[in-house]
């Protein structure tokens, strides 16, 4: 029982750190080398936009979109990339937004890099508008490894009991 609990204990892990690490795309004058996260955000959540681009080490290089202000981006020490923090108006629209890129002089536009979904309305308990069908994905995914881990202590304190 211990090898079984050892080795979910290690699948969990591993599915946790696999899914959480970030994607590296190269640049090469490519918009794919933008990376948003997350990449579905409510109105006024705060994105993170990185870029794997020496170019954008540049002073004075930014990042922006309609959804929210023109941002200086900033370099990350001992590596080619930068990072810039930005907070989604709270007036966005509902949508996909495009972030472009201006570094040295040159122009990147990501095309549909992150999408902004309706809050909450209050009084319907938030079921006509906020969840994707990414989230309800995720939530019934929780929701069932939930009742597998719980119905895993229940066996296995009966065996348990029984011994």
Not at 6 to 28: K, Y
């Amino acid at each position: 029982m211990r090898r079984f609990r050892a080795l979910v204990v290690s699948a969990v892990s591993a599915a946790a750190v696999g899914l959480a690490a970030p994607s590296a795309a190269a640049w090469n004058d490519d918009p794919d080398g933008i990376t948003v996260t997350p990449q579905v955000i409510a109105r006024g959540g705060q994105l993170t936009i990185s870029a794997d681009a020496p170019e954008c080490r540049v002073p004075g290089s930014t990042v922006e979109s309609e959804a929210f202000p023109r941002t200086t981006l900033q370099p990350i020490p001992g590596s080619n990339r930068v990072t810039a923090t930005v907070r989604v108006f709270n007036n966005a629209n509902r949508g996909s937004y495009d972030v472009t890129a201006r570094c040295d002089g040159r122009t990147f536009t990501k095309r549909n890099a992150f999408t902004v979904i309706g809050g909450v309305q209050g009084g319907l308990g938030g079921s006509t508008t906020g969840a994707a069908g990414t989230d309800m994905l995720v939530g019934g995914g929780l929701v069932g490894a939930a009742l597998l881990g719980g119905s895993l202590v229940l066996r296995h304190r009966r065996a348990e009991s029984k011994a």
